[in-house]
């Protein structure tokens, strides 16, 4: 069973179109993040969720939206896409909200054009 | 072989020679640290952590060393092979003021020649 999933692995889209990415953890983790990957691999966290409560909202533009219908699920809905948000996406989750061990989804690669 | 980390370069090493990544960390106030492995289309994969009131911490085939003085991280991979090429990050946090906030650094492309 694979611990942290995510959906779908590439997203191909046009500018301007609404997307969500989907994740799902099965490690009864209660913390839960999105982390961005930028073509230089630079890795960013973008949110994170504990118990279904956003603790931590980075400087990330208001399109992007967080949802979190349960300890267990943590999606991604992206309103209006940009060229700019052309990335990788990681959700990960972490046992504790200290951001330690946290343990990653095969990403999701977004092509916007 | 040795390099430095955080701004993505390259690390060849010969199979069976040991690996050294090096990472500077930028808070004095850091009290967490963790290596991750990332193989090409994959996540970012744990490999070992320590916390500031340790300076070494041993895995299977790997070694983590802390350097507080100088905010300086190292991971020491024994005896590469093929499967540790990838894209090492080293990662800190204050655990103390932040929530879950680990901060990657760059990364380093290791690749393990025959």
């Known amino acids: 069973d694979t611990a942290v999933s995510q959906t779908p692995k590439y997203l191909v889209t046009q500018m301007g179109n609404d997307k969500s990415i989907k994740c799902e953890q099965n490690?009864?983790?209660?913390?839960m993040y999105w982390y961005k990957q930028d073509s230089k691999k630079f890795l960013k966290i973008m949110f994170s969720?504990?118990?279904?409560?956003?603790?931590i909202n980075e400087t990330v533009p208001n399109r992007f939206s967080p949802k979190s219908p349960d300890k267990a699920h943590l999606n991604l809905h992206i309103n209006s896409l940009e060229l700019g948000d052309s990335a990788v996406y990681f959700c990960?989750?972490?046992?504790?909200?200290?951001?330690?061990?946290?343990?990653f989804g095969s990403g999701t690669q977004l092509s916007v054009l | 072989g040795e390099s430095v980390g955080l701004h993505l370069p390259t690390l060849s090493v010969q199979e069976g020679d040991n690996s050294i990544i090096n990472c500077a960390y930028s808070?004095?106030?850091?009290?967490?640290f963790i290596w991750y492995k990332q193989e090409s289309g994959k996540g970012p994969q744990f490999i070992i952590d320590?916390?500031?009131?340790?300076d070494k911490r041993q895995g299977q085939r790997v070694t983590v060393l802390l350097n507080k003085t100088v905010k300086h991280l190292s991971l020491q991979i024994a005896a590469t092979q093929p499967g540790d090429s990838a894209v090492y990050f080293c990662?800190?946090?204050?655990?103390?003021?932040?929530?879950?906030?680990?901060?990657f650094g760059a990364g380093t492309q290791v690749v393990v020649t025959p």
């Open positions: 990960a989750s972490s046992r504790v909200t200290r951001g330690e061990k946290l343990f």
């Open positions: 990662a800190e946090n204050n655990q103390k003021d932040s929530w879950g906030k680990l901060q």
């Open positions: 969720y504990n118990n279904k409560e956003l603790i």
């Open positions: 490690l009864g983790h209660d913390t």
């Open positions: 808070n004095s106030a850091s009290d967490y």
């Open positions: 320590i916390r500031s009131n340790m």
